[in-house]
């Protein structure tokens, strides 16, 4: 899949509860999280964000609670796909399963800024900055963790089994 | 081929011999866990894939977060659950008045056991490692599938070999030891790897200690929070479990990562600053910080031993004018014997609130939301911004003895801090009588 978007940059350790705090838990309707995604470190980015933007964060993204309602609100906000330095295990595998592709680039993560526009190919993991004219290379998944990415998902790859 | 009790864990759920770090394995599950938050998604999840549970006597369901009902929707999630339990017969279904928090109960309750292999779909799943089990959180839909196959993919994680030593001093508890191992390698410090403790300091711990530590393994990153099965883990399950199972043990000659040593005759009481639980210092370094509110509960404090720890420090003085104190027993059974030690009694009268059983205000669910600019010192497992309400309040993760006495002062204290401000001289906790039912399980 190719990805032309601007990017909308985060820090080290955002954690599912700024993603998604507690109080919007009570509904797993993803429109209606995505309408709350990120709320508590930045407004301004349910009401702005476009589908095919970017969402970049530092090491660690995703930690803390196992919310599974964290990647769908992402997912939801047109977001297609997640670029960290690293990701927290819980919110990785549930990026995985429902067919939000996760991009582990490291330090390169630095090379990125908000508002630069990248280009990126999620089967081989290529991420060219446009912005800047650097290119980085993600973390090759497991040959696995692909084959249910290209399912859509932990759900169909199942169901594709039965 | 030497191995971890992580390792031998997977591998005998895995149908392998052996397994090595890195290894991605499918493996059969011995209980698949869910609460009222991330149950109900996974039902529908589940519902896609058009087949009957695996095993109605392997799926707990357990509504904790937003129940007795918070509001419409919560209780919209709480029917979702309840119906499917009822539709499935799912053997471990609690409803309000003999639920208590999923990850006080299912040890309680000898629901999970030593050598066991559990999914739940709740980060602090890892908490059932102090019981010698491989427990790990996961999302809504691995545990669809979980629920639908009874089974899960891994991959077989490195393990940080955390060596215990020394005596535990009085004013420490689990929480000390965990928050200060946190401190010291980070949030992301055991990213996709296990924690595995080892040493003869792992004898000083109780299993309130241990459940404790193997909560907060998931606030270093980790996969799981693993002790070894020991004469006190012996003792605690034996009362409880009433099936059979296989402790493990690991190689002498296994291999770690890492190892990170803690002596814990040299931890202080700690806090961690908001907002990250990696933020740790020792209480008699902070300076003045006066708070708003306290809270002692949860999945991670909310045990007999915990309330002991509060009932001691609170007998005979008074909550701070300036403090709201709640304290929620993890269950109905500590409950019942922290009323019935009159422990409820010591509570009321130093004006806490108490609450039934729930994680509530842990994160920020109800039943103690902060407003902004408020300070909260928790016994709870979590300091993100926003966490337990206004994105501006801010929490303090704390143990039990730092917290209640801090009820007393104000402001963040040592429990020897809160010594004047009563009649009594401090106590660290209150004996617990042998009559306890629960103690007396925990105890050798």
Request: aromatic share 6%.
């Amino acid at each position: 899949m190719n990805i032309e978007g601007k990017v909308w940059r985060y820090g080290d350790n955002i954690d599912t509860d700024v993603i998604i705090p507690a109080r919007y838990l009570n509904t797993f309707d993803p429109a209606e999280l995505a309408k709350h995604c990120m709320v508590d470190i930045d407004e301004t980015f349910a009401p702005n964000v476009k589908a095919g933007d970017i969402m970049v964060g530092g090491k660690n993204f995703g930690c803390g609670s196992s919310r599974e309602h964290a990647p769908v609100a992402i997912k939801a906000s047109g977001i297609p796909v997640v670029i960290a330095a690293s990701f927290a295990r819980i919110f990785y595998r549930n990026g995985i399963n429902i067919g939000l592709p996760l991009l582990e680039i490291g330090d390169d993560v630095e090379k990125i800024s908000a508002d630069d526009v990248l280009k990126i190919d999620t089967d081989t993991g290529t991420i060219e900055n446009l912005t800047t004219g650097d290119t980085f290379h993600a973390h090759p998944l497991p040959a696995f963790v692909q084959e249910i990415a290209k399912a859509g998902g932990l759900i169909n790859y199942i169901k594709s089994k039965n | 081929m030497a191995m971890t009790m992580s390792e031998k864990i997977l591998a005998r759920h895995a149908g392998l011999d052996a397994v090595e770090a890195g290894q991605l394995i499918i493996c059969d599950l011995d209980l698949v866990m869910a609460n009222d938050v991330t149950g109900p998604p996974s039902i529908k999840e589940f519902e896609k894939i058009g087949r009957p549970v695996f095993d109605a006597n392997k799926i707990a369901l357990v509504p904790d977060h937003f129940q007795p009902a918070k509001d419409i929707k919560s209780a919209d999630l709480a029917k979702t659950m309840r119906d499917f339990a009822r539709k499935n017969k799912i053997k471990y279904y609690f409803e309000q008045g003999r639920v208590g928090i999923e990850h006080v109960i299912l040890p309680e309750f000898g629901i999970v056991a030593p050598g066991m292999l559990i999914i739940g779909a709740d980060s602090h799943t890892c908490t059932y490692g102090a019981v010698n089990a491989f427990s790990t959180g996961v999302g809504t839909t691995d545990l669809a599938v979980g629920l639908a196959t009874g089974k899960a993919w891994f991959k077989v994680p490195e393990a940080i070999n955390v060596h215990l030593t020394g005596e535990k001093p009085k004013n420490i508890c689990g929480k000390d030891v965990i928050l200060t191992l946190i401190g010291k390698i980070g949030v992301d410090g055991a990213l996709y790897k296990a924690l595995e403790f080892t040493g003869e300091g792992v004898n000083e711990l109780s299993m309130t200690d241990r459940l404790t530590i193997s909560n907060m393994a998931i606030e270093a990153g980790a996969k799981a929070g693993v002790f070894p099965f020991d004469e006190r883990t012996k003792f605690y399950v034996a009362n409880r479990v009433k099936k059979p199972f296989e402790p493990i043990y690991a190689d002498e000659d296994a291999e770690y990562c890492a190892t990170v040593e803690i002596n814990l005759s040299e931890l202080k009481p700690v806090v961690a600053l908001p907002h990250l639980p990696e933020n740790v210092k020792p209480v008699d370094e902070l300076g003045e910080i006066k708070i708003n509110q306290v809270v002692i509960g949860s999945c991670t404090n909310g045990r007999l031993e915990d309330l002991s720890i509060a009932a001691g420090i609170l007998r005979g003085r008074k909550v701070h004018p300036d403090v709201r104190c709640i304290i929620i027993p993890g269950s109905q059974e500590i409950y019942k014997e922290a009323m019935r030690c009159r422990w409820i009694e010591i509570f009321i009268d130093a004006g806490c609130v108490v609450s039934c059983p729930t994680c509530g205000p842990c994160l920020g669910g109800y039943m103690g939301i902060l407003s902004a600019g408020e300070r909260c010192v928790s016994t709870t497992n979590r300091n993100f911004r926003g966490r337990m309400g206004h994105v501006d309040s801010e929490v303090y993760l704390a143990s039990p003895f730092v917290a209640a006495a801090s009820a007393i002062t104000g402001k963040i204290s040592t429990p020897e801090e809160a010594i004047q401000f009563g009649i009594r001289n401090l106590e660290f906790g209150i004996k617990i009588p042998k009559s306890s039912k629960l103690i007396r399980n925990e105890e050798c």
